[in-house]
């Protein structure tokens, strides 16, 4: 399985971005896709997922009603467009597929290699 994440990018605050990640090498609609990111200094944290089919969504507290998870299995691609970005925003965003949709990065057995997002105060 191969992921490469793009859209990353320098952003005001207060501005909006969207990221994609295309899958390559399993059949992309039987993957469950999530969004996490890691900030300098910080540990990797959990932003977003959905489910297989698209129909089920997941947010973290410090996302929810900023960003939005889509997919498009016929791409064999998922989407992460967030808004009303923050300096605290600022950090290397990683897709990841997995068997179950889940928060926990653990339960993720395939990452991309991240793109990076600076939000400029």
């Known amino acids: 399985v191969q992921l490469q994440a793009s859209g990353g990018g320098l952003v005001q605050a207060g501005g909006s971005l969207r990221l994609s990640c295309s899958f390559s090498?399993?059949?992309?609609?039987?993957?469950?896709m999530g969004w996490f990111r890691q900030a300098p200094g910080e540990e990797r944290e959990f932003v977003a997922a959905i489910s297989r089919g698209g129909g089920n969504t997941y947010y973290s507290d410090s996302m929810r009603g900023r960003c939005t998870i889509s997919r498009d299995n016929a791409k064999n691609t998922v989407y992460l467009q967030m808004n009303s970005l923050k300096s605290e925003d600022t950090a290397v965003y990683y897709c990841?597929?997995?068997?179950?949709?889940?928060?926990?990065?653990?339960?993720?057995?395939?990452w991309g290699q991240g793109t990076l997002v600076t939000v400029s105060s």
């Open positions: 090498g399993r059949t992309f609609s039987t993957n469950v």
């Open positions: 990841a597929s997995g068997r179950y949709y889940t928060f926990r990065a653990d339960d993720y057995g395939y």
